[in-house]
């Protein structure tokens, strides 16, 4: 079988010199926002990642190969493959096996970027528990993965069109520490504040680290998300973007859109019915979690390097 696992240079030398990398997701690129958007907006975060000293690593599958960080041509390809499927932590194998090309989901990035060394991944919203979990048991594969990955997730929340309270509860049973970055609820992507209360609220970055480094030390399991709130000048009003959710939800019901499909769906009507705005809101809470990625990125590489210079003079 031909080699399916490709790491581009830039990434594998700075995961060599100890350097901080921060990985991206690809669903955004095929599945999240229109093309040529979607590509624009992965050349912006990464852009942003660089501009804090990181380097970005853009994951996705091309033609069955798995790519850990992506040239802007390869990015350009992917956003623009209307056949490219969506590829999450448990079908990533046959996705590969079959030569096919997808975005990764945030469960495939996490298990690719955890194999790859990377120890922060930047994303929009999570999966989660979705509205009506009870009878169709739809519970993202997210929530699982990111409970038994040592990467850190940073995160705007999950994504609102889903059950909030309902997916909380479930981070907490699989084992997921929430960590408010600057704020004490939990964002709902589209606004800055769901009204849900979170145990732990951190300032910086380097406190996200501590949290890494010992339970690194400790050898514990169980994942770290941090939830970001959007800008608070790009959010879109409560009442109002709930609404459009509320109706986009019916839309999707009306047209029986269920599993990997409806998640696009949902969010290709919030952009219609909120005349684009939403879209505008989701390309800044990108860049503003990749920021704060980035920065977290930054802290533990520093805290790696200076726990590896200890054990030499130790």
């Known amino acids: 079988m031909r080699d399916s696992w490709m790491v581009k240079d830039e990434v594998r030398d700075a995961l060599g010199a100890g350097r901080p990398v921060l990985a991206f997701e690809s669903t955004v690129l095929t599945h999240g926002l229109p093309y040529p958007t979607s590509r624009d907006l992965a050349l912006r975060v990464e852009s942003v990642a660089r501009n804090r000293g990181c380097v970005p690593a853009t994951i996705g599958i091309v033609d069955g190969v798995i790519h850990v960080g992506m040239t802007p041509e390869e990015i350009d390809q992917l956003a623009g493959n209307n056949s490219a499927c969506k590829a999450s932590g448990y079908d990533i194998a046959f996705v590969v096996a079959s030569g096919r090309s997808a975005g990764v989901t945030v469960s495939g990035t996490l298990a690719i970027a955890q194999r790859a060394g990377i120890h922060v991944f930047a994303t929009g919203g999570i999966g989660g528990v979705h509205r009506g979990a009870s009878e169709t048991f739809d519970i993202s594969h997210d929530l699982a993965s990111i ?12 994504k609102a069109i889903l059950d909030l309270p309902k997916t909380v509860e479930y981070l907490e049973t699989v084992g ?9 609820t939990l964002p709902a992507f589209y606004t800055a504040d769901s009204g849900i209360p979170l145990a732990y609220r951190v ?24 939830a970001a709130p959007i800008p608070a000048e790009k959010e879109l009003p409560p009442d109002e973007i709930n609404q459009a959710i509320e109706d986009a939800v019916e839309l999707a019901e009306e047209q029986g859109v269920r599993g990997k499909a409806l998640t696009p769906y949902l969010l290709a009507q919030l952009a219609e019915i909120t005349g684009g705005r939403s879209v505008e809101a989701n390309l800044a809470l990108l860049e503003n979690n990749a920021r704060v990625g980035a920065e977290i ?12 210079r200890r054990g030499e003079l130790g």
């Open 147 to 158: 409970a038994r990955s040592q990467v850190v997730t940073v995160c705007a929340g999950a």
């Open 176 to 184: 997921v520490c929430v960590l408010g970055y600057k704020t004490d």
């Open 203 to 226: 300032e910086s970055a380097d406190e996200v680290g501590d949290a890494f480094m010992a339970r690194r030390k400790l050898g514990f399991g169980g994942g770290l998300l941090v």
């Open 297 to 308: 990125a930054g802290s533990i590489s520093r805290k790696l390097a200076a726990e590896a």
